[in-house]
């Protein structure tokens, strides 16, 4: 009986912190209706509702907040001290959990991490590739990918790349058609690709420097996307300017299919940094991944 009342409390803490049961099935490995017959029965058992349930979501009840706020943290506390285990361990092993962008996943974090992955087949890695800012304690992600300058201060940051830039692009036939911008203003008078934060919601206000001058460019155009590789493609098919950072249009800009405008306005800003909240005693499959991201891949050896 034991047992089976902390299955289904676990069952409840992660439906009430996915807000769904189709993720919680997942991420438990069981059915929906296995999952939705273990709630039922806790519900039952303690004769008191937990969740409320309509046809687009799911959320806690005032008795559900109350034990997931009194029992959510002692799983965590369960699933750390498990982790920390494996230090005991001949091999690291466990799972690292990433939420990052889809271009430094692709361009950065996979070719690293590859060779590390060949080496120690007993650590799996979970990317989540997701534009908005993740709370990666409250989401239980081991570490999340950001740029420098939008990193909270009481989290540990590593670099993992270059200083980047900006760029503004479009096709060489966009630009026949149309002039070029010659300042930020300019851009109001021309088609643009913009760019809506998956979780806020909003749309990104473009953003320019030159010697200590900076504006903010609302922008408007034709087509609104969620994603960077989706704007690069919209870019590439001429259905306007496109603004993002230069590397993702880097392979288009050197064969000439897109032609940058407004490079002066474009200065350096810090790159690409894992980060990952203080903790007491790291597990060695994390310290891994952490050492990978901060050196070549051919630095990667397996220890003996």
Not at 58 to 72: D, H, Y
Not at 131 to 136: E, N, V
Request: aromatic content about 8%; charged content about 25%.
């Amino acid at each position: 009986m034991i047992k089976r009342n902390l299955n289904d409390l676990l069952s409840f803490v992660t439906v009430a912190r996915e807000g769904s049961f189709t993720r919680a099935a997942a991420l438990l490995g069981v059915t929906q209706s296995a999952l939705s017959q273990a709630i039922s029965g806790l519900e039952a058992r303690l004769e008191i509702r937990l969740l409320t349930r309509t046809t687009r979501s799911v959320s806690p009840t005032a008795a559900g907040e109350r034990l997931l706020q009194a029992i959510g943290h002692r799983f965590d506390e369960i699933e750390s001290e498990l982790d920390e285990l494996s230090a005991l361990r001949d091999k690291p092993s466990g799972t690292v959990r990433i939420t990052c962008g889809d271009h430094v996943l692709r361009s950065t974090l996979l070719p690293r991490l590859a060779p590390l992955l060949l080496a120690y087949p007993d650590i799996q890695l979970e990317f989540d590739v997701n534009y908005g800012f993740r709370d990666i304690v409250a989401d239980r992600f081991d570490a999340g990918v950001r740029l420098g300058d939008t990193i909270d201060k009481d989290m540990i940051a590593v670099p993992i790349g270059p200083r980047l830039r900006m760029a503004a692009v479009a096709t060489p036939e966009y630009f026949a058609r149309h002039a070029p911008p010659k300042v930020p203003q300019d851009l109001t008078g021309h088609r643009c690709i913009n760019l809506r934060f998956p979780t806020l919601g909003g749309l990104y206000a473009w953003e320019f420097e030159r010697r200590d001058k900076h504006l903010k460019v609302r922008v408007t155009g034709q087509v609104t996307l969620n994603s960077t590789p989706h704007i690069v493609q919209a870019a590439l098919q001429g259905l306007g300017i496109a603004y993002l950072p230069e590397e993702e249009f880097a392979p288009h800009l050197e064969e000439g299919r897109l032609q940058r405008v407004l490079e002066d306005w474009c200065p350096p800003f810090e790159g690409y940094y894992l980060y990952y909240p203080h903790r007491r005693q790291p597990s060695p499959a994390f310290s891994l991944v952490v050492d990978a991201l901060r050196q070549p891949p051919a630095r990667v050896r397996k220890r003996s």
